[in-house]
T-cell receptor, first 113, second 115 residues
Framework: GESVGLHLPTLSVQEGDNSIINCAYS??????FIWYKQESGKGPQFIID?????DKRQGQRVTVLLNKTVKHLSLQIAATQPGDSAVYFC????????????FGAGTQVVVTP | DGGITQSPKYLFRKEGQNVTLSCEQN?????MYWYRQDPGQGLRLIYY???????QKGDIAEGYSVSREKKESFPLTVTSAQKNPTAFYLC??????????????FGPGTRLTVL
């Protein structure tokens, strides 16, 4: 799960290592999931998305895994770089027709040299 | 250069005043959204619109109003009725979600501070 409030969960990763960011979701009707990266003071940037008919999707240096059985989503970043330091949000569409997204509280990723 | 623009980047308001935040997109997207973000928290949906002249309340619409007179524009007014308006406001757009949800593209945000 993810905490709510002023203190985000933090993941410290050494440069060059792989990062895994986890996200639990509660709505079994959710059919679309998306990961965003947000740098301080900026708007979120799209990283990768996945629909519920898939369990894995790969992008450039990133992989999203979806486990519908336990309602868990993860984002893997390969060879983490200093520029990957940011807050990462998962979001889900709970099956409505309006395209609305429900966002998690986020995970702060800190890349150390 | 396509994208979403929000203005101003920083906005200061006295208590009791209404203020309007601008959001413009040239992506030809049908759907537009307004979110509020508080420190250390995720985004919460204020209002959204799928087509011109139509919009729906999100999870925290009280104290806010919107209009959608043009496809490209979706301004948000923060009224004096909003009890705690200091926050980071984000506008987003996406293609029409008729075939299922799609990624939302975000603007750079407006940071509103009530003095």
């Amino acid at each position: 799960g993810e905490s709510v409030g002023l203190h985000l969960p933090t993941l410290s990763v050494q440069e060059g290592d792989n990062s895994i960011i986890n996200c639990a979701y509660s709505n079994s009707a959710s059919d679309y999931f998306i990961w965003y990266k947000q740098e301080s003071g900026k708007g979120p940037q799209f990283i990768i998305d996945i629909r519920s008919n898939m369990d894995k999707r790969q992008g450039q240096r990133v992989t999203v895994l979806l486990n519908k059985t336990v309602k868990h989503l993860s984002l893997q970043i390969a060879a983490t770089q200093p520029g990957d330091s940011a807050v990462y949000f998962c979001a889900e569409n709970t099956g409505d027709s309006w395209g609305k997204l429900q966002f998690g509280a986020g995970t702060q990723v800190v890349v150390t040299p | 250069d396509g994208g979403i623009t929000q203005s101003p980047k920083y906005l200061f308001r006295k208590e009791g005043q209404n203020v309007t935040l601008s959001c413009e997109q040239n992506l030809n997207h049908d759907a537009m959204y307004w979110y509020r973000q508080d420190p250390g928290q995720g985004l919460r949906l204020i209002y959204y619109s799928q087509i011109v002249n139509d919009f729906q309340k999100g999870d925290i619409a009280e104290g806010y109003s919107v209009s959608r007179e043009k496809k490209e524009s979706f301004p948000l007014t923060v009224t004096s009725a909003q009890k705690n308006p200091t926050a980071f406001y984000l506008c987003a757009s996406s293609i029409y979600p008729a075939g299922g949800p799609h990624e939302q593209f975000f603007g750079p945000g407006t940071r509103l501070t009530v003095l």
